[in-house]
């Protein structure tokens, strides 16, 4: 590995390197275009970045390695564990160097406390819904559930730089197999009626002081350029994952 005068890894091939041994992710070549989309058009140069239920820290640990100077990553330790994900992001940070670089806070989002500083890139990464899972699947029937997701959603504002970005990547409740009574192949466990359109969250965001919001459907990540062109839009993704990538900018 190539490192600094301080032991840390420079080189993006070496956290993919990491990665791929901790078994993270799948292939190098999936999550090098994967994180091509996932951060298009998102300056990480020298940012500060908060991974709101970032898991084990595939995307904090990548982030890091595309230029950011600062990640946190929020991941709430289940009750009675000492493992799982925190251990895993705990080698991680030791294989690469970046313990002060990347820091883990075992917490809930609304027990997170940055103290001073703000950031640049928020990133929810497959987690809005379970900010608070209850008022998400009630979103839709309740004023009260919607309130509680702009109280939180205005928190994550006051943590961010004026124009900062907000990336939240989420599947939609709308897909055909759930639909239909069946389960969807691709993604047997996922609970659709927890998930919420990436308009209701746009909406939503924008009360809260988030403007420009840009949708983008996932594509199916394993066909790399050709899935792009094939299935990146609303009506294939209907009948894949459903899932969706939306970024909005702070005010």
């Known amino acids: 590995m190539n490192a600094d005068a301080a032991g840390a890894v420079r080189s993006m091939d070496d956290v993919f390197d990491v990665l791929i041994a901790e078994k993270l992710y799948s292939s190098r070549k999936r999550l090098a275009f994967y994180l091509d989309a996932l951060f298009d058009g998102v300056d990480l140069d020298a940012a500060a970045v908060l991974d709101i239920g970032g898991g084990s820290g595939v995307f904090s640990f990548s982030a890091a390695a595309r230029g950011a100077s600062k990640v946190v990553c929020v991941e709430p330790e289940s009750e009675g564990s000492t493992g799982g ?149 609303r009506a294939v993704a209907f009948f894949l994952q459903s899932h969706f990538r939306l970024v909005m900018r702070r005010a």
């Open 85 to 233: 994900p925190h251990r895993q992001f705990q080698r991680v940070a030791a294989r690469l160097g970046w313990g002060g670089r990347v820091t883990l806070e075992p917490k809930t989002f609304q027990e997170f406390d940055p103290g001073p500083g703000r950031f640049d890139v928020v990133l929810l990464h497959d987690s809005i819904n379970h900010l608070d899972e209850p008022a998400s699947i009630g979103l839709l029937d309740s004023e009260a559930n919607r309130e509680i997701y702009r109280v939180l959603f205005r928190k994550i504002a006051t943590l961010m730089s004026p124009g900062g970005t907000l990336i939240a990547c989420d599947c939609s409740r709308k897909n055909f197999f759930p639909m239909v009574g069946l389960k969807n192949p691709l993604m047997p466990m996922i609970e659709w009626h927890t998930h919420q359109e990436p308009q209701t969250w746009a909406s939503l965001l924008a009360d809260a002081g988030f403007r420009d919001p840009a949708i983008r459907w996932s594509s199916f990540n394993r066909l790399y350029a050709l899935g792009k062109a094939l299935t990146a839009n």
